[in-house]
């Protein structure tokens, strides 16, 4: 192998090496995240007792800012240990157990809230900047919580806590205001991030195309520029 195509190879694996370490963390970090924000001390409303949380503020957070599949991955790694006996989750529980209870439904939400907010924000990252973008993300998560979030929490209440689905559909009224003013604070955050550090959405490193396309011209140009000395050696009137 030359070593033009040695380097090109080294070249590769680093940035992909790189990439997937950074978003392991990123995923880490934000799962994190998720567990500190449910540490907040909840505000049970309603007839069945499903607190009012920052958990959804944290999870449209990860999708605004890490995309839909890390921020997909960040939210199941945390529903995934909190079911597992983690106390992560609002209240300080944990367990297989939560999902008898009335929350079922909004947990079960997490991963796909994350994933429908992160694919509207991977689009408007790479069309709008400033207000703009911040109004994308907003309707976005919003969105996001109204047709996923929602739906699942109340049939998850209709459900654990014997309550028919009107009810049950009225009772998750009262976490509207919440989730608007969340999701705009969610946004609003997304918003400095992405101007921070405006890869973090974006394909970040050198694709192998165009590597192995530089290591070729190298190649070719140096072996050029030999023959081309080579030549002017045996013929001094050539400039």
């Given at each position: 192998?030359?070593?033009?195509?040695?380097t090109?190879?080294?070249?590769?694996?680093?940035?992909?090496?790189?990439?997937?370490a950074g978003?392991?963390?990123?995923?880490?970090?934000?799962?994190?995240?998720?567990?500190?924000?449910?540490?907040?001390?909840?505000?049970?409303?309603?007839?069945?007792?499903?607190?009012?949380t920052?958990?959804?503020f944290?999870?449209?957070?990860?999708?605004?800012?890490?995309?839909?599949?890390?921020?997909a991955?960040?939210?199941?790694?945390?529903v995934?240990?909190?079911?597992l006996?983690?106390?992560?989750?609002?209240?300080?529980?944990?367990?297989?157990?939560v999902?008898a209870?009335?929350?079922?439904?909004?947990?079960l939400?997490?991963?796909?809230?994350?994933?429908?907010?992160?694919?509207?924000?991977?689009?408007a990252?790479?069309?709008?900047?400033?207000?703009?973008?911040?109004?994308?993300?907003?309707?976005?998560?919003?969105?996001?919580?109204?047709?996923?979030?929602?739906?699942?929490g109340?049939?998850?209440?209709?459900?654990?806590?014997?309550?028919?689905?009107?009810?049950?559909?009225?009772?998750?009224?009262?976490?509207?205001?919440?989730?608007?003013?969340?999701?705009?604070?969610?946004?609003?955050?997304?918003?400095?991030?992405?101007?921070?550090?405006?890869?973090?959405?974006?394909?970040?490193?050198?694709?192998?195309?165009s590597?192995?396309?530089?290591?070729?011209?190298?190649?070719?140009g140096?072996?050029?520029n030999?023959?081309?000395?080579?030549?002017?050696?045996?013929?001094?009137?050539?400039?």
């Amino acid at each position: 192998m030359s070593q033009a195509h040695s380097t090109a190879s080294a070249g590769i694996t680093r940035p992909r090496s790189a990439g997937r370490a950074g978003n392991i963390a990123l995923i880490a970090v934000f799962a994190a995240m998720l567990a500190a924000f449910a540490m907040m001390p909840p505000v049970p409303v309603g007839p069945a007792g499903v607190p009012i949380t920052l958990q959804t503020f944290a999870i449209a957070l990860c999708g605004m800012v890490l995309g839909p599949w890390r921020g997909a991955a960040a939210t199941l790694l945390y529903v995934v240990l909190g079911l597992l006996g983690l106390p992560i989750f609002s209240g300080m529980n944990g367990g297989i157990g939560v999902l008898a209870g009335p929350s079922a439904g909004y947990i079960l939400s997490f991963t796909l809230y994350a994933l429908a907010a992160g694919l509207v924000a991977r689009w408007a990252v790479r069309r709008f900047r400033g207000m703009r973008l911040g109004i994308a993300l907003f309707l976005g998560g919003f969105a996001a919580s109204l047709l996923l979030n929602h739906p699942l929490g109340i049939l998850g209440m209709s459900i654990n806590a014997d309550l028919p689905l009107r009810v049950a559909a009225v009772a998750d009224l009262a976490y509207w205001p919440g989730d608007i003013i969340k999701n705009i604070l969610a946004a609003s955050v997304a918003v400095l991030i992405h101007r921070a550090f405006p890869d973090v959405l974006r394909r970040r490193g050198v694709s192998m195309d165009s590597l192995v396309g530089a290591g070729v011209d190298s190649a070719a140009g140096a072996h050029l520029n030999g023959a081309a000395a080579s030549a002017a050696e045996r013929e001094p009137g050539v400039k």
